[in-house]
């Protein structure tokens, strides 16, 4: 993958090898708050050391942001089918862990941490049939 990367930036740069190995380390650096140098990557991109894998999760958020995604999506491509109540469109990134309504069972996400039920309708009747 570095090696794909290196060539569709630097193909045609008139700079030197380390010197583009040098911007690519600092690239790659903003993005995971690393500290790879440019001999690290000349290394991995010999052969010579294999990558870490914090450098191709960070490589693969580069590739994905060069092709036009949002570095979430590079993270965790899983796409799912999710319904919304307040008119989000398609292709909204949400960020959030899911819950499973006791009552329902319905997965949904959202609200405070310790929120429960998906809807105030679900806790009422899950309490109305708790107590009966």
């Excluded at 958020?61 to 993270?75: E, F, M, T, Y």
Aim: hydrophobic share 35%.
């Amino acid at each position: 993958m570095i090696r794909s990367i290196y060539e569709y930036l630097y193909s045609n740069s008139p700079k030197g090898k380390m010197a583009n190995l040098s911007e690519l380390a600092d690239l790659l650096n903003q993005i995971s708050k690393e500290t790879w140098t440019a001999k690290y990557l000349s290394s991995v991109l010999n052969g010579s050391l294999k990558p870490s894998d914090k450098l191709l999760k960070t490589l693969k958020v580069l590739a994905n942001k060069l092709d036009g995604q949002s570095p979430l999506q590079a993270l965790n491509p899983r796409a799912i089918t999710a319904y919304s109540i307040n008119g989000n469109e398609d292709g909204v990134i949400i960020v959030d862990h899911s819950k499973q309504c006791p009552h329902c069972l319905v997965w949904f996400v959202g609200g405070p941490w310790n929120k429960k039920y998906c809807t105030r309708e679900c806790k009422r009747e899950f309490r109305k049939e708790w107590k009966s």
